[in-house]
Structures are given as C-alpha cells and as structure tokens.
C-alpha cells in the first residue's frame, strides 16, 4: 500500500512560481508511474501532468504545457510539480497519483491506484 502526501500548496498571486512535491511511502516509489491531477471549484477531476517510472517521459494537458512540470527524484520516492506563470484558472486542489504502469505516461484517473489528500493551490488576479 502506497501513501502520497503532497505539499507546497498556498494562495498566490498570478505571474508567480509554486512549486508542489508529493512524497511517497509504502512501496517501490520507482515501480509507479506518477501524475498530477487537479479539481476546481465546480469541476471534475483533470489531468495535470505525468511521468513514467524512470522520470525520463513526461506528458502535460495542453491548458499547463510549457508553464508546469513535472519531474520525480527515485532517490527521494519524491514526485514534483514546478508551476510557473500561474493563472486564476489554475485554482485548484491539486492530487498526486501513482500507477502501476510499466510503461508510458498514464493519463486518465483510473490508470492510477493511489492517491493522496490533496493541496489547495489558489491563485488570486
């Protein structure tokens, strides 16, 4: 059984860097393929980000590309998400999850078996 406990959520100005870290325990952090999810106020669940085991694939939603990303430290059984230029629109708590996939970059919820808590990130125009 995998616990994820993620951190470094906050309330922010736009234009501003936060970056979010999701640690792992109870399992081989390097067996799982990990993403990012968020839901806002009044929305389903969406896919953020993911990496494959090795950290050395990624995938973004098109509405984070180029302003997020993500990356792993198997070392650490730490998962991260840098996020720069941040908008209102990405006012959301924000989920880690881990994947028994072995390979790719898993993109729907129900690819993923773990899931932790959650972090409010809030973004303020």
């Known amino acids: 059984q995998v616990q994820l406990v993620e951190s470094g959520g906050g309330a922010v100005q736009a234009g501003v860097s936060l970056r979010l870290s999701c640690a792992a325990s109870?399992?081989?952090?390097?067996?799982?393929?990990m993403g990012w999810f968020r839901q806002g106020p009044g929305k389903e669940r969406e896919f953020v980000a993911a990496i494959n085991r090795s950290g050395g694939r990624t995938y973004y939603a098109d509405s984070v590309n180029g302003r997020f990303t993500i990356s792993r430290d198997n070392a650490k059984n730490t998962v991260y998400l840098q996020m720069n230029s941040l908008k209102p629109e990405d006012t959301a708590v924000y989920y880690c999850?881990?994947?028994?996939?072995?390979?790719?970059?898993?993109?729907?919820?129900?690819?993923?078996?773990?899931w932790g808590q959650g972090t409010q990130v809030t973004v303020s125009s």
């Open positions: 999850a881990a994947g028994e996939v072995q390979i790719g970059t898993p993109r729907r919820a129900n690819e993923y078996n773990y």
């Open positions: 109870g399992g081989t952090f390097s067996y799982y393929a």
